[in-house]
DNA sequence: AGTTTGCCTGTTAAAATTTAACACTTGCTA
DNA sequence: TAGCAAGTGTTAAATTTTAACAGGCAAACT
């Protein structure tokens, strides 16, 4: 994501989410596609009222209902430390285990995938014979252009 | 935390929390001891509400206000994807990052420090140029118990 | 075409969760 | 023993989330 080209970001992440719906043969609706659409303004969290804040139709029930769409479809993360959303950038892959970046200076949020330390993740869960069902990796810090910034 | 010898859990706990507060030069007051014993209670996760429930002086701030002392001295951990809080069993050390393992089914959870997942993930975010303060780990699935009993 | 069906929305409230503000108390210490 | 900082009690309020239910809309059947 890092110093993206975020037209490109924001379109071709509409695009993924029309093919998901269409997959799970839902319907990508004004109100789920506000919400989107809001959300990919940046990579940057918005909490529920952010995001209601900006909508069309400013009611709760609207907003949460897609979020929670949106969510269970893997076209957003519910980012829990912060209580906010985020638009995920690696949607194509139902299944990723995001590591979340979230920086607390300029909050953006990067989302990479760390395979080997998912794996090593899940083989210590293992030994203690837990089987992992859903697995939430967020590191708050300071990103790199904010590192920079300040030295 | 696996079967233990619960009473021995909550004892060492309290001992442990009683010198954290010492070091820090802040008081174990009756309000702090009063949620922290209810969260020792078990290994499960409780929400403010459902600590607030069983307290002495069931005012929301009086809660609130404990547990983000006990939070801030890590003595325990607030799960961010339950909104829910747990006591912590490795508060001896400061500074470890625990990786939450929430059973769904009987909502225990237990707390392992993977070293080597860690460093993966650390070694991740660098190279990102992320610069991490804080990190998250949490995963839900079903626990040893919980296995063995459906099976 | 008309009708059923299931998904999705609009709307009205209410419940649940968290925080603000401020006066007061308590234990330390200069 | 007066002053200070930490911690409490209390009253409300703000914020966040959910329930309940009537209505609309699009695909699917007859
Ligand atoms: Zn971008
Ligand atoms: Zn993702
Ligand atoms: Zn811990
Ligand atoms: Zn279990």
Chains 1, 2 share one sequence.
Not at 86 to 101: E, F, S, T, Y
């Amino acid at each position: 994501m890092t110093n993206c080209d975020h037209t490109l970001c924001k379109t071709s992440a509409l695009k993924e989410a029309e093919r998901v719906c269409e997959q799970l043969g839902a319907r990508f609706t004004d109100q789920r596609r506000n919400v989107f659409e809001i959300l990919w303004q940046s990579h940057k969290a918005m909490t529920a009222a952010d995001i209601m804040n900006e909508m069309t139709n400013k009611q709760p029930p609207i907003t949460y209902r897609a979020l929670e769409f949106l969510k269970k479809s893997g076209l957003i993360h519910h980012v829990t430390s912060l209580n906010a959303y985020v638009g995920c950038i690696h949607a194509k892959d139902p299944n990723h285990i995001g590591q979340l970046l979230i920086c607390t200076n300029c909050h953006n949020i990067d989302e990479i995938e760390p395979k080997k330390a998912v794996s090593e993740l899940i083989k210590a869960a293992k030994n203690q014979d837990f089987t992992p069902s859903l697995t939430h990796i967020e590191m708050l810090g300071i990103c790199k252009t904010c590192n920079n910034a300040t030295s």
